[in-house]
């Protein structure tokens, strides 16, 4: 029988959360998270509304207090969830999918086209992304569209440059000699031989991906490129270092929205590092080794017992 | 030798990008700098103006060619157009009042950062098993989790409005005047350590990683044992032997890290007011000053550039296979 959940069970990731009591604080924080952003505007509707005077310390009726604007932060927190992460989400997997493609694709053809694609990801890799996210948005239309466009445009290469890696050690076995004497096209060894045996780099570049993304869009969002008027954990950063919230001591308007952040963003570390362990028996560190062995050690030593003579 | 000019060259490479990416931005992007400045002065501006605006952003007249022909003369001579934020102050002066800010705080940030956590990850690799090497990679790790600006935001909240211990904002006080002074150099130094610690405090974590992981790779290797066998004292074969080795990885991602760096710096910048790079970034973005916003990417690529090189020039030092692949 099998439940959609199955894959919390089976798998490496099954073998990840069983072994592993960081996987499964990640994956609780990141669920939770993702409860959040999934309900979250139901429940608390329109968090843009002013509903008490600006800038109100935490109380009984607002839990973490009032923004500079007097909104709700706790309902701008909860709201704001599903933005954040379905923008991280987005540039993530999008990097992730283009970085695959054009790395494999690079690794598997070798020769000239892999010598111009390499040269073009690492002109991409060497430029800073975030002068030029700014500089492309600028043009753009300000929004959550053109967030996803700026960050996918500067964190594909170094997705690139993962997998091109893995395709060169890849190229020269076997069944890619096989595949390519019956005749199947190079699109078709990239996409249907190769990407399938990725599936744990995949997986890792994917959370790993998706922790730039969050990161990248927060920052960007902070500096005012995007929509302000939406309601994000970015922006509220944005307001609460414009509304002069911290030469008023309100804590709480930055506070809960950085916490926020970097508690997604460390669970999907731990996540993202647990699984790798679990299917990268290599990377296992000494600590899982102890653990393992740690029955079978040997006694510390002792002196050898001197028997006197009597 | 051979190395270090194939790097010349690809930086060439790059910064020609970059360069022509600049100029193509303008004219293939739906937005119009020229557009955006007209309404900023709404009414003010007899419709005709536009065609001379359009014509002194360099937007029109002659074919593609010429015009990029006009802006590469134009860069050379460092004339990067007028900036709309600060009208009618020329880019390239305000690029140059704000670079040293930059370079001081990204490249002093960058040292300390890179010395203080390949340090401690040589200390939590000799002390294995230690408490420190317990807890320290797992909270650097939370630590790092955090973006830039949110702890620069949480030091300004601190300091600046709990404690009143240290100066936030600009780069030195109203009441002292730049000079080579000790009581300026004191000045900066007071505004530039919140800063400093707020960027060194996020991305010092890495290092730490970083330096633990290779070293504790290194230590099981050949050399080290033969080093220890012979009665080498242990904290000799620890610094002289295994970090000088297991150092290389730090010291080649030293040089992506730079453009990390310098977007974190930004940001920090823009949360102390501090006036490089970003704090004009962000007045840029706020008044569609896009002469301002292309210079400044230029300007900070070119610097990421030039210290993607030091990084090279570094590792062939420290790593005599780059030299022998010359020869």
């Keep these: 029988m099998s439940s959609p959940l199955d894959f ?101 053809l070798g020769g000239s086209a892999d010598f111009l694609l390499s040269q073009l990801i690492n002109v991409l890799l060497v430029l800073p992304g975030l002068p030029l996210a700014v ?176 | 030798m051979a190395f270090l000019l194939r790097r010349l060259g690809f930086y060439a490479l790059s910064a020609f990008v970059a360069v022509t990416v600049n100029f193509f931005l303008p004219r293939l992007m739906p937005g119009d700098p020229a557009v955006a400045l007209f309404s900023r002065f709404q009414g003010r501006l007899a419709p005709e103006a536009m065609v001379a605006l359009r014509e002194s952003f360099g937007l029109s007249g002659g074919s593609l060619v010429s015009q990029y022909g006009r802006y590469l003369a134009h860069l050379a001579q460092g004339d990067l157009g007028v900036s709309v934020a600060y009208f009618p102050a020329p880019v390239g002066s305000l690029l140059a009042h704000a670079l040293p800010w930059t370079v001081l705080l990204a490249g002093s940030s960058l040292a300390v950062s890179f010395t203080l956590g390949t340090a401690l990850g040589v200390l939590v690799a000799w002390r294995r098993d230690s408490v420190l090497d317990r807890f320290l990679p797992g909270f650097l790790t939370f630590i790092g989790a955090f973006p830039y600006f949110f702890v620069a935001l949480a030091a300004v909240y601190l300091f600046g409005y709990q404690l009143r211990v240290l100066p936030v904002g600009n780069a030195y006080g109203a009441d002292v005047a730049p000079s080579w002074s000790f009581a300026f150099a004191r000045d900066v130094a007071a505004h530039g350590l919140l800063p400093l610690a707020t960027l060194v405090v996020t991305s010092c974590g890495g290092w730490v990683l970083t330096m633990r992981s290779s070293l504790v790779g290194v230590l099981g290797s050949e050399h080290v044992r033969m080093a220890l066998a012979r009665g080498i004292p242990r904290w000799r074969v620890m610094l002289f032997y295994a970090a000088r080795t297991a150092i290389l990885p730090s010291v080649t991602s030293l040089g992506m890290a730079i453009g990390f760096v310098v977007g974190g710096s930004l940001l920090t910048e823009v949360v102390f007011s501090y006036p490089g790079q970003g704090y ?23 610097s990421v550039l030039a210290g993607n090189f030091l990084v090279d020039a570094l590792t062939v030092w420290l790593d005599p296979r780059t030299r022998e692949a010359d020869s």
């Design chain 2, 280 to 302: 004009l970034l962000v007045q840029a973005v706020r008044a569609q000053d896009y002469a301002l916003m292309q210079g400044i990417f230029l300007l900070i690529t070119l």
């Design chain 1, 135 to 310: 500089v492309v948005a600028a043009y753009l239309p300000s929004g959550p569209a053109t967030v996803v466009a700026v960050l996918t445009l500067t964190g594909w290469p170094w997705n690139a440059r993962v997998f091109r890696a893995q395709a060169l050690a890849l190229r020269s076995r076997d069944w890619v000699a096989a595949a390519v004497v019956s005749g199947e096209s190079h699109g078709a060894i990239v996409v249907r031989y190769l990407l399938p045996t990725m599936t744990s780099l995949l997986v890792t570049q994917l959370i790993g991906s998706t922790v730039y993304a969050i990161g990248a869009e927060v920052g960007l969002e902070f500096l005012g490129i995007g929509d302000v008027s939406r309601v994000t954990w970015g922006t509220a950063l944005y307001w609460a270092a414009n509304d002069s919230a911290l030469l008023t001591g309100a804590w709480w308007t930055f506070v809960p929205p950085g916490l926020c952040i970097a508690l997604v963003a460390f669970a999907l570390v731990l996540l993202s590092s647990a699984f790798d362990e679990a299917t990268n028996p290599g990377l296992r560190t000494e600590r899982h080794w102890r653990l393992a062995l740690g029955a079978h050690a040997p006694p510390p030593a002792s002196p050898t017992p001197v028997v006197p003579h009597g």
């Design chain 1, 8 to 108: 919390l069970t089976r798998g490496p990731l099954g073998e990840a959360l069983r072994r592993d009591r960081r996987a499964r604080f990640g994956l609780a924080i990141v669920a939770l998270f993702a409860l959040m952003a999934l309900v979250g505007p139901t429940l608390f509707g329109d968090a843009d509304a002013p509903v008490a005077r600006p800038l109100e310390p935490p109380s009984a009726a607002h839990w973490l207090g009032t923004t500079g604007q007097g909104q709700d932060v706790l309902a701008q927190l909860v709201v704001g969830a599903r933005s954040t992460l379905a923008v991280g989400l987005s540039v993530g997997a999008a990097v992730v999918a283009i970085g695959a493609l054009v790395g494999v694709t690079a690794g598997y």
